[in-house]
């Protein structure tokens, strides 16, 4: 059996590739060979420390196999069933009594519940959903009218608090970019799930996210980053983020492009993003590329409606323990994962209220979080890493490649008056707040002998001084 085959005796495909991944990594560790090319970075501060926003840890939920009214999964089923030649059971669940559609009653549901509750994170819209339609044109099975409200329920709805991202074209079969149809192989070489991207190059992986991002663009939607479909990239990691800095800027102009294609679930290995592809920091036109590193599994009703772990894996019922509560407590991004599949789970809803659960929880636990979207949490780690500051004996020098709102920063032991944001002619007095756990944007808190400020960094020079 080939390790693909192996991989997918697993339940949750992505879990699994995680697991394939790790075993890559062997000894030497998460940090060192699945990053990519970290690139440019400026020279190390003495005495700062930029602290995540607003002093607080931000947390955010992935939800993969998403799209307009197609249930996904009861489409790929078949096509992932045919593409290891019925070998495999994993593909030979009773999908034909799933239902067909994830109505829109139930987008709106979930998006203004996780509106009331702030929820933020990433929606997948699948632009051409296992094959069955394209977005941008029409899906066989619906009127014209009913693509177009769902397309409007996924603008008004859900992209307030969410980012969009492709899952590639159909999350099933390779589509051949010249005729904008599968190609006849429907071996695991030409689905998108496996290994069709293993030895391609940055240019033909750009080009395919490129038709992507391009039919959702049509659709009306906006991206500023990309998720992959299963295994999609695992073997070729360098060109992926490579791809998809240029796709995403070819297509939507995004200043920091994004992809989501790792996940560590258990250990120690970091679940921060990683700032890959760095350079021309001191230009015009700086580029990077955020990897986005979720740190939970599925454990809401996964892709393929199997019983789910449930809410004690992400945040333990006496809220002491808990997958989430583990990063929480490292303060690095909790960003959590699910399925939509799952989280509709046949009208049962099962993934719902798990999900339900643990934000409650997650409430009642901490009250140090910031929920964010992926492209927010992209951009503030892009400008933790890449922006340059220097203490002075008048105050901190700061060059930064891209802006970044609620920048916080703690300022050197000593520090003598209130901070104040100097950016050209403009002089910005910040506001003081009480302690460190009420920052703002524009205020600042003392914090024993180290005052933390938080403002909205302005792209290239700027100076902070005291008052």
């Given at each position: 059996?080939?390790?693909?085959?192996?991989?997918?005796?697993?339940?949750?495909?992505?879990?699994?590739?995680?697991?394939?991944?790790?075993?890559?990594?062997?000894?030497?560790?998460?940090?060192?060979?699945?990053?990519?090319?970290?690139?440019?970075?400026?020279?190390?501060?003495?005495?700062?420390?930029?602290?995540?926003?607003?002093?607080?840890?931000?947390?955010?939920?992935?939800?993969?196999?998403?799209?307009?009214?197609?249930?996904?999964?009861?489409?790929?089923?078949p096509q992932f069933d045919a593409a290891f030649g019925g070998s495999n059971a994993v593909y030979q669940r009773n999908w034909?009594?799933?239902?067909?559609?994830?109505?829109?009653?139930?987008?709106?549901?979930?998006?203004?519940?996780?509106?009331?509750?702030?929820?933020?994170?990433?929606?997948?819209?699948?632009?051409?959903?296992?094959?069955?339609?394209?977005?941008?044109?029409?899906?066989?099975?619906?009127?014209?009218?009913?693509?177009?409200?769902?397309?409007?329920?996924?603008?008004?709805?859900?992209?307030?608090?969410?980012?969009?991202?492709?899952?590639?074209?159909?999350?099933?079969?390779?589509?051949?970019?010249?005729?904008?149809?599968?190609?006849?192989?429907?071996?695991?070489?030409?689905?998108?799930?496996?290994?069709?991207?293993?030895?391609?190059?940055?240019?033909?992986?750009?080009?395919?996210?490129?038709?992507?991002?391009?039919?959702?663009?049509?659709?009306?939607?906006?991206?500023?980053?990309?998720?992959?479909?299963?295994?999609?990239?695992?073997r070729a990691l360098p060109q992926l983020a490579q791809a998809t800095l240029q796709s995403v800027r070819s297509v939507f102009g995004a200043e920091i492009p994004h992809y989501?294609?790792?996940?560590?679930?258990?250990?120690?290995?970091?679940?921060?993003?990683?700032?890959?592809?760095?350079?021309?920091?001191?230009?015009?036109?700086?580029?990077?590329?955020?990897?986005?590193?979720?740190?939970?599994?599925?454990?809401?009703?996964?892709?393929?409606?199997?019983?789910?772990?449930?809410?004690?894996?992400?945040?333990?019922?006496?809220?002491?323990?808990?997958?989430?509560?583990?990063?929480?407590?490292?303060?690095?991004?909790?960003?959590?994962?699910?399925?939509?599949?799952?989280?509709?789970?046949?009208?049962?809803?099962?993934?719902?209220?798990?999900?339900?659960?643990?934000?409650?929880?997650?409430?009642?636990?901490?009250?140090?979080?910031?929920?964010?979207?992926?492209?927010?949490?992209?951009?503030?780690?892009?400008?933790?890493?890449?922006?340059?500051?220097?203490?002075?004996?008048?105050?901190?020098?700061?060059?930064?490649?891209?802006?970044?709102?609620?920048?916080?920063?703690?300022?050197?032991?000593?520090?003598?008056?209130?901070?104040?944001?100097?950016?050209?002619?403009?002089?910005?007095?910040?506001?003081?707040?009480?302690?460190?756990?009420?920052?703002?944007?524009?205020?600042?808190?003392?914090?024993?002998?180290?005052?933390?400020?938080?403002?909205?960094?302005?792209?290239?020079?700027?100076?902070?001084?005291?008052?």
């Amino acid at each position: 059996m080939n390790p693909e085959s192996a991989a997918l005796l697993s339940n949750d495909r992505r879990l699994f590739l995680k697991r394939m991944a790790a075993g890559i990594v062997g000894a030497a560790g998460v940090g060192s060979s699945l990053a990519q090319e970290r690139g440019d970075r400026p020279p190390a501060s003495t005495g700062l420390q930029v602290l995540n926003p607003r002093g607080r840890v931000p947390v955010s939920w992935i939800i993969d196999d998403s799209t307009c009214l197609v249930n996904l999964n009861k489409f790929a089923m078949p096509q992932f069933d045919a593409a290891f030649g019925g070998s495999n059971a994993v593909y030979q669940r009773n999908w034909r009594d799933w239902p067909n559609e994830i109505p829109d009653r139930f987008v709106r549901e979930f998006g203004e519940w996780c509106a009331s509750q702030g929820v933020r994170g990433k929606f997948s819209v699948v632009p051409y959903p296992a094959a069955v339609g394209r977005l941008d044109r029409f899906l066989p099975g619906w009127s014209q009218k009913e693509l177009r409200e769902s397309l409007e329920m996924i603008r008004t709805v859900m992209m307030p608090n969410w980012d969009i991202h492709p899952e590639m074209v159909t999350h099933t079969r390779v589509i051949d970019l010249k005729t904008g149809q599968p190609f006849a192989d429907s071996s695991l070489k030409f689905m998108e799930n496996w290994e069709w991207t293993t030895g391609r190059g940055v240019g033909e992986i750009a080009d395919y996210m490129a038709y992507a991002l391009g039919i959702l663009k049509e659709a009306g939607l906006a991206c500023e980053g990309v998720t992959t479909p299963g295994g999609f990239g695992v073997r070729a990691l360098p060109q992926l983020a490579q791809a998809t800095l240029q796709s995403v800027r070819s297509v939507f102009g995004a200043e920091i492009p994004h992809y989501f294609r790792h996940l560590f679930d258990r250990g120690a290995d970091s679940v921060a993003p990683r700032v890959e592809y760095a350079r021309r920091l001191d230009s015009d036109h700086p580029e990077c590329v955020v990897s986005i590193v979720a740190c939970t599994g599925d454990w809401t009703g996964g892709w393929d409606n199997t019983p789910p772990g449930g809410a004690d894996r992400f945040i333990t019922s006496d809220l002491g323990g808990g997958r989430m509560v583990e990063i929480i407590a490292r303060g690095e991004p909790a960003i959590a994962l699910s399925h939509w599949t799952g989280i509709y789970f046949n009208g049962e809803e099962q993934g719902f209220q798990i999900l339900k659960e643990v934000v409650r929880r997650l409430k009642a636990r901490f009250d140090n979080l910031i929920w964010m979207k992926l492209r927010e949490i992209a951009r503030y780690w892009a400008a933790r890493e890449l922006t340059t500051l220097s203490a002075d004996p008048t105050g901190v020098s700061v060059h930064a490649p891209f802006a970044c709102p609620d920048f916080t920063l703690r300022l050197p032991r000593g520090w003598k008056g209130a901070p104040v944001v100097v950016s050209g002619a403009e002089k910005r007095s910040l506001r003081e707040a009480s302690r460190p756990l009420l920052l703002e944007q524009n205020t600042w808190a003392r914090d024993g002998e180290a005052p933390v400020i938080c403002f909205d960094l302005a792209r290239g020079g700027s100076r902070i001084e005291a008052r």
